[in-house]
Structure formats: C-alpha cells, structure tokens
C-alpha cells in the first residue's frame, strides 16, 4: 500500500484506571502534547509526579505497539499528537475525625488516552500568544466583519 505523503501512519494506546486524579493527571497530559516521543521521555524523567511514570510507561508501550503491529519504521520518529485525561471511576471512603465525626473521602480514578504520529513535530502546536495590539486589531476586525440582519 503506498500512502500519500499527507497521510502518516499513527498509534493510538490508553491506559485504563490510573489511581491518580484526572485534574493533575491532566498538566503531565498538556505538557507532553506536542513533542517528540524521545523529548517527551526525557522530560518525563524530570517530572517529580506520580502520574508521569504512567504517562512514560503508556508512551513506551504505544512507541513499541508501533513498530511491532503498525509498519512504523524509525521508533524515534514518532511525535505526540494527542494526549489527554478521562474521568474514571471514584470510590467513596470514610475519613474518621475526632469526637466521633467522619468525612466523606472521594479516591479518583483517570484514564490515559495517547495518539503518536509518525514523522516530525510541528514546529509550533500551540499557538504563540498575541499581543495586546494584535488582540485590539483582532478584535476590530472581528467588529467590522460582522452584519446587522434585517437592516437597511
């Protein structure tokens, strides 16, 4: 099969119930977003939460499901195109207080969604933040674009 050189061969691998929260689950996930998987790797062994040994441990396993099933070549030349957090189960506990209270105890659960692409990053994948003129010329242009219905 030859494909175009606009489509590129791509790896998607989860990780289902990750004892770890979704919403800090979900910096490790937008950090790595976008980089190369060798990158990502190496800025993952900085990272000092528990949840980046799973995310490390998920991109391993998806960098070598796509050498071993999906015809990708090169391991080193994949990137991360999509990596995000889903809510999975929450278990409620009980938190014993002093003079006979409790509260109530929430243990979340997340899963780990990650999609490899084969080739080289963007160079950009988030865009570059504007400056206020940039906004204010942004904005105008938005303002005089639009039309009032119904109108003369």
Excluded at 65 to 88: P, T
């Amino acid at each position: 099969i030859i494909l175009d050189k606009t489509h590129f061969q791509y790896v998607c691998h989860m990780r289902n119930n990750i004892k770890y929260s979704p919403d800090k689950m979900w910096y490790i996930a937008a950090f790595v977003r976008g980089m190369s998987v060798d990158e990502a790797l190496k800025q993952l062994n900085f990272v000092l939460k528990k949840g980046a040994t799973d995310v490390k441990e998920t991109i391993l396993e998806a960098q070598q499901m796509a050498v071993e099933r999906h015809n990708v070549e090169y391991k080193s030349n994949l990137w991360i195109a999509e990596s995000f957090v889903g809510k999975g189960r929450v278990f409620k506990g009980v938190r014993r207080h002093g003079r006979g209270r409790f509260g109530q105890v929430e243990y979340k659960h997340c899963h780990y969604f990650v999609r490899l692409e084969e080739g080289e990053p963007p160079q950009h994948y988030y865009q570059e933040p504007q400056t206020p003129e940039q906004q204010y010329e942004h904005w105008l242009e938005q303002m005089r674009s639009r039309k009032i219905t119904n109108s003369l």
